[in-house]
C-alpha cells in the first residue's frame, strides 16, 4: 500500500512541477491543437477546382473507343490541355482505385463500360452509359463529376443530331467507407500528441532532476527508481489524456469529425501505445546527463519518427520503397493502429499486426533504457 502511496505523492508533485512550466504546457496542450487547427482548415474544406479521378475505359467497340478517348481528351487536365476539369490518377486495377477512393486520394472513378458504343438497334446509332462512382458522404462530388461527364455526353447527342439522350451518366456511391484527408491527419496528430508525450516527457525530465540532483537524491532515499519512473509515467499520462480529449473536442465541435469505431480499443491501444513510447523517452532521458544532450537527442529520434511513419504525409502517398522500409519505424503500427479503429472500425483482434510491432519494440526500446540508464 506504501508502494503506491509514494507513487501518488510523487506523481502529484510531478504534475504540479509540469504545469508550472509553460514551455511544457506549450509544446504538449497548445502546439498540438495549432496543428489540428491549421491542418483542419487545409484538409478539411472540400472545395476545389478540379478533382482527381481514376478512369477505366473498358470500351470494345471502335465507334465507343473513339468517343471516350475524345471525351478523356478534353475533360482531362495535361500539360496541352490546362481548362481540363480532371486530374487522372495513374492506378493498376479497380480494387486499387476503390482503396485510393477509401481513402480520399482521388475523389470518384470514371468508368466506360466494354458496350460503350455499341450500335443501338432501334436509332442504329451509338449508344452507352458512362459509370461514375464517389466515396460514401462525397454526394456533392459525385454530382459535380456527373455533371461534367453528362454535359459532354449531351454535346455528343448534340452533334449526332438527336434530340434524345443516347449517352447517359450514372452515379452511384461506393460500397466502402470512404475517408478524407482530414480522417488521416486527425489519426497522425493523435500519434503525434502520443509521441510527443512518451518522447519528449521523460526525455527532458529526467535530464532536469539530474542537474537540480533531485534524481541522485532520490537514489539514495527508500523511493525505488520504479517508484519514480511509474509516478512520472503517471504524470505525463494524466496530461495526455487532457490533450487528447481537448484535440477530440476540437474536431469533433469545429470539423464535425465523428468516430467510427469503439472508443474502448481506440482507448486501450492508445494506451498500450503511449508505454511503449514512454520507452524512448526513458531511454533518452536516462542516458543524457543533460538536458542539452537530451534535447538534441530527442529531436535526432523524433523527426524521422513524425515524417516517416506517416503522421503528417499518409504514407500510402510515399513512393512504394519509401512505404515498406517504414512499416517497421515504432510510430508507423500507432499511426496506422490508430487510424484503423477511429476511421475504419477495426478491433484490437484485427489489428493484432500493429500490436506485435509494438510489443517488440516496447520490449526493445525498455531493454535498451535500462541498460543505459544513468543516475547522474
Known sequence: MNYFKTIFILANAQLKSIMRNWVYVFFMLLLPILFLLIFGMMYGSSNTSSWNVAVFNNSETESGKQISEGILKTSIKTDDNKDGFFVKKDVDNFEDAEEMLTRGSIDAIIDFPQNFGEISESTHKPKGE??????????????????????????????????KANFVVKSEESNKQGLSNFDYVFA??????????????????????????????????????????????????????????????????IFDWQMRGSWFN????????????????????????????????????????????????????????????????????????????????????????????????????YLIAFKVFRWE
Open 188 to 253: 497522425g496528430l493523435l500519434s503525434y500528441v502520443i509521441l510527443t508525450f512518451g518522447l519528449m516527457g521523460l526525455s527532458n525530465a529526467i535530464p532536469e532532476d539530474k542537474k537540480t540532483g533531485a534524481l541522485k537524491r532520490i537514489h539514495a532515499s527508500p523511493v525505488t527508481s520504479s517508484q519514480y519512473l511509474i509516478a512520472y509515467t503517471l504524470a505525463f499520462s494524466l496530461i495526455c489524456v487532457v490533450a487528447m480529449a481537448l484535440m477530440i473536442a476540437v474536431a469533433y465541435f
Open 266 to 365: 481506440f482507448i486501450v491501444f492508445s494506451f498500450f501505445s503511449l508505454i511503449m513510447m514512454f520507452g524512448t523517452g526513458l531511454a533518452v532521458g536516462g542516458w543524457a546527463r543533460n538536458e542539452q544532450q537530451a534535447s538534441g537527442l530527442s529531436n535526432i529520434v523524433m523527426f524521422p519518427l513524425m515524417f516517416l511513419s506517416g503522421v503528417f504525409i499518409p504514407r500510402f502517398m510515399m513512393p512504394d520503397i519509401f512505404q515498406k522500409l517504414t512499416d517497421f519505424v515504432p510510430l508507423t503500427p500507432v499511426n496506422d493502429g490508430i487510424r484503423l479503429i477511429i476511421t475504419e472500425n477495426y478491433n484490437l483482434v484485427q489489428i493484432l499486426p500493429q500490436i506485435g510491432i509494438i510489443s517488440i519494440w516496447l520490449i526493445a526500446l
Open 130 to 163: 458512362v459509370k461514375v462512382i464517389y466515396k460514401t458522404g462525397s454526394s456533392s462530388t459525385g454530382q459535380i463529376v456527373s455533371s461534367v461527364m453528362s454535359e459532354f455526353m449531351s454535346n455528343i447527342d448534340t452533334q449526332m443530331g438527336r434530340e
